[in-house]
């Protein structure tokens, strides 16, 4: 009997899509591409959530360093969303599956007519074999990057954990530049050691989040702790993994003991 294939929502972070220049790392998104065509093409329902588009756009406009002011971040933003949307569209099409763009905002996911007709939408495309990639649409919304500004969507670890609970998935997986959940901090502490299995957020484990990570970026672990909050409570298992390895999401799906699992209550 053929096993019934997972909804998977995969988040990728901006370090591991941009090099440090901010330019678009050509390699890791043709490797992400052809690995989530390939789990597809294996009876999979995948989710694409991606971060990268203000660096982008930060360098495809020249700029020596990511804006400081809002209307300035938005306009990176267009511009880097673009460009990595039809990347990915290049990509998807050399493995012969369909990718789809969605942008969100907050008020998407908080209003109830809005949010049924997106949850429609997810739908239908998954149906139709189409790969949806997902991201927030930061030129209109300023949750993410307006500095001390946090609503219902204030990075792409909890939008990925938002769109893991309305598409009712099963498997959540946040790729980032770390390993997984550490009982202390690796960088700092030679015999820190990995968790594999998290099967509650304790006020132990909330302790062991640190700060943000690259200029590049926004998330840090603490935003990845609440992104596993949010999936755990809607049944859905996610995992902390490293994106420098995406092959690994083969194994993880399989439920192999690689990064952090955060096991659904």
């Not at 995969?10 to 065509?37: F, Q």
């Not at 219902?152 to 099963?170: E, F, M, P």
């Amino acid at each position: 009997m053929k096993q019934k294939g997972k909804r998977i929502v995969v988040k990728v972070g901006t370090s591991t899509l941009t090099h440090e220049s901010g330019a678009p790392n050509l390699r890791r998104m043709e490797h992400l591409a052809r690995i989530l065509s390939d789990l597809h093409g294996m009876g999979h329902e995948v989710i694409l959530v991606f971060s990268g588009a203000i660096a982008v756009g930060t360098s495809g406009l020249g700029l020596k360093e990511r804006p400081g002011e809002l209307r300035m971040k938005q306009a990176a933003a267009a511009v880097g969303q673009c460009r990595m949307m039809h990347i990915f569209d290049q990509f998807f099409s050399q493995y012969n599956q369909s990718a789809a763009q969605i942008l969100l905002t907050g008020d998407d996911v908080e209003d109830e007519n809005r949010r049924e007709h997106l949850s429609g939408t997810f739908s239908a495309l998954l149906e139709m074999g189409v790969i949806p990639a997902v991201n927030e649409n930061d030129s209109v919304s300023s949750a993410e990057i307006e500095t001390g500004r946090h609503k219902v969507l204030g990075d792409n670890d909890t939008l990925s954990a938002i769109v893991a609970k309305l598409c009712r998935a099963d498997l959540l997986v946040l790729f980032s530049d770390i390993d997984g959940l550490y009982d202390a901090d690796p960088k700092t502490s030679p015999d820190a050691k990995l968790l594999h299995r998290v099967t509650a957020l304790t006020p132990e484990i909330l302790e062991m989040a640190g700060g943000a990570g690259t200029w590049r970026g926004t998330g840090g672990m603490a935003t990845k702790l609440s992104a596993a909050a949010i999936a755990m409570e809607a049944g859905c298992d996610m995992v902390i993994a490293n994106g420098a390895r995406m092959e690994q999401l083969y194994g993880i799906v399989e439920g192999e003991p690689i990064g952090t699992r955060f096991a659904a209550l």
